[in-house]
């Protein structure tokens, strides 16, 4: 059964640093998601991404955060200098349609020190 | 914010039906109701999804009320692999899904 991946399952970084999370959404999706959740809260909407351009962003998603797709399967978040507060799991999904379901990876720990 | 409503935790015996519902009385005619859990910090797992026909799946069974302001998952036979987060989100055809705090299952043996 076809899944949604993500690299690296785990990043430590120091505060002030550039990371890279990335997302091989499933092969015939065309609609990507990020979300990211904090260690003991809600699963929290980041950023849609359709036909090479951001569809939506939600408040938390400022300039610090963008997203690639830099070719045919890979979907990126940058998160430009990461604060302690970024620290969390983050989750990319992806859907075929926009009106389907999602379908989730299985995210990626990243710890700010 | 979520626009559902569901109990913060629940418990079911190993083997036996869990019921978990959920509130959504605000909900509009086009949205539709979606259920996920999440597995101990995992991504969260698609279960299944409705607008006002009961269904069914290989994994649960979803129950909407006539008037479509609460439903119930149904998982028929629980085991402890089934304890985890579920979420119940309200959703129009499209977009992004707005988890809420969920319900707590505890799977016991």
């Known amino acids: 059964e076809p899944e949604v991946t993500q690299t690296p399952s785990h990043q430590v970084t120091q505060m002030g640093q550039e990371v890279i999370l990335r997302c091989v959404p499933i092969?015939?999706?065309?609609?990507f998601y990020w979300y990211r959740q904090i260690l003991g809260q809600k699963v929290e909407f980041l950023v849609s991404f359709y036909n090479n351009e951001i569809s939506e962003k939600s408040e938390i998603f400022d300039d610090q955060f963008s997203v690639e797709r830099p070719d045919g399967s890979n979907f990126t978040l940058k998160i430009r200098s990461t604060k302690l507060e970024d620290s969390a799991m983050y989750f990319c999904?992806?859907?075929?349609?926009?009106?389907?379901?999602?379908?989730f990876g299985p995210g990626t720990r990243l710890l700010v020190l | 914010d979520a626009k559902t409503t569901q109990p913060p935790s629940m418990d079911c015996a190993e083997g036996r039906a869990a019921n978990l519902p959920c509130n959504h009385s605000t909900i509009s005619g086009n949205e539709y109701v979606y259920w996920y859990r999440q597995i101990h910090s995992q991504g969260p797992q698609y279960i299944i999804h409705g607008l006002k026909n009961n269904e069914t799946n290989e994994m649960a069974s979803l129950i909407i009320t006539e008037d479509r302001k609460s439903s119930t998952l149904i998982l028929p036979h629980a085991t402890l692999r089934d304890t985890a987060v579920y979420y119940c989100?309200?959703?129009?055809?499209?977009?992004?899904?707005?988890f809420g705090q969920g319900t707590e299952l505890s799977v016991k043996p």
């Open positions: 989100i309200v959703r129009p055809g499209g977009g992004k899904l707005i």
């Open positions: 092969s015939n999706h065309l609609y």
């Open positions: 999904a992806s859907t075929g349609g926009g009106w389907e379901t999602q379908y």
